[in-house]
């Protein structure tokens, strides 16, 4: 089961912290990533790390703004994306979502690539 919290109101600005707990597994060989869906738009990728190796990915709109990691301890085994300098664009309903198909490898930051979701966790930057 993947949990997402953190998220919230914030200015422009800001910044903001998201969680994705993974309860009941342990990912240390698929990739994780997180996504977001504005209204009206396509669900986008935003962001993806190989648990494996710790490679990450960004889509171009957060490079250098946000950044992916995962604590693979057992008691947190969790995935988070640091959000700062957030604009107006970045506000949408942000999911973390992993590919529990294949290990060892880099999952295109592709929407169906991933097989198993979060139910998301609302940003909303003015």
């Known amino acids: 089961q993947l949990v997402e919290s953190g998220g919230g109101s914030v200015q422009a600005g800001g910044s903001l912290r998201l969680s994705c707990a993974t309860s009941?597994?342990?990912?240390?060989?698929?990739?994780m990533a997180w996504f977001r869906q504005a209204p009206g738009k396509e669900r986008e990728g935003v962001a993806r790390?190989?648990?494996?190796?710790?490679?990450?990915?960004?889509a171009d709109s957060v490079k250098g703004r946000f950044t992916i990691s995962k604590d693979n301890a057992k008691t947190k085994n969790t995935l988070y994306l640091q959000m700062n300098g957030l604009e107006p664009e970045d506000t949408a309903m942000y999911y973390c979502?992993?590919?529990?198909?294949?290990?060892?490898?880099?999952?295109?930051?592709?929407?169906?690539?991933?097989?198993?979701w979060g139910q998301g966790t609302q940003v909303t930057v003015s």
């Open positions: 979502a992993v590919d529990t198909r294949r290990s060892g490898y880099y999952t295109p930051l592709d929407v169906p690539q991933y097989n198993y």
């Open positions: 009941g597994y342990t990912y240390n060989r698929n990739c």
């Open positions: 790390i190989a648990t494996g190796s710790g490679n990450t990915y960004y």
